[in-house]
C-alpha cells in the first residue's frame, strides 16, 4: 500500500481504499487513513489548485454543451411538432 502511495502522491487514502478494493484487498478506509499517518504520509494530500481550475473549466465546457444540445433539440422538436398543432 505505501508503495502505490509514494508512486502516486496526488492520492488521498479515499482514492487508495478505492484501488485496493479493485485489486481484491478488502481494507477499511479508515485503516487506510491510519496506515497512512503511522507512516508519516499525509492521508490527504493537498491537491494543486491548477488541477481542480483545470476540473472546473472542463466542467463548465461540458455543462455547456449539453445545454446548448438540448436547446437545439427543443428546436428541433418546435419545427417537427409546431405549438398548437
Known amino acids: 500500500m505505501l508503495r502505490v502511495v509514494r508512486e502516486n502522491p496526488s492520492w488521498g487514502y ?9 485489486l481484491g484487498v478488502k481494507v477499511a478506509a479508515s485503516t487506510v487513513w491510519e496506515i497512512l499517518r503511522e507512516a508519516g504520509i499525509d ?4 491537491r494543486a489548485a491548477t488541477a481542480w ?27 417537427v411538432h409546431p405549438r398548437g398543432h
Open 53 to 79: 481550475t483545470q476540473f472546473l473549466r472542463a466542467a463548465g465546457r461540458s455543462a455547456a454543451g449539453s445545454r446548448l444540445h438540448r436547446e437545439d433539440d427543443a428546436h428541433r422538436h418546435e419545427d
Open 43 to 46: 492521508p490527504g494530500p493537498d
Open 14 to 22: 479515499r482514492r487508495v481504499h478505492g484501488e485496493l478494493l479493485t
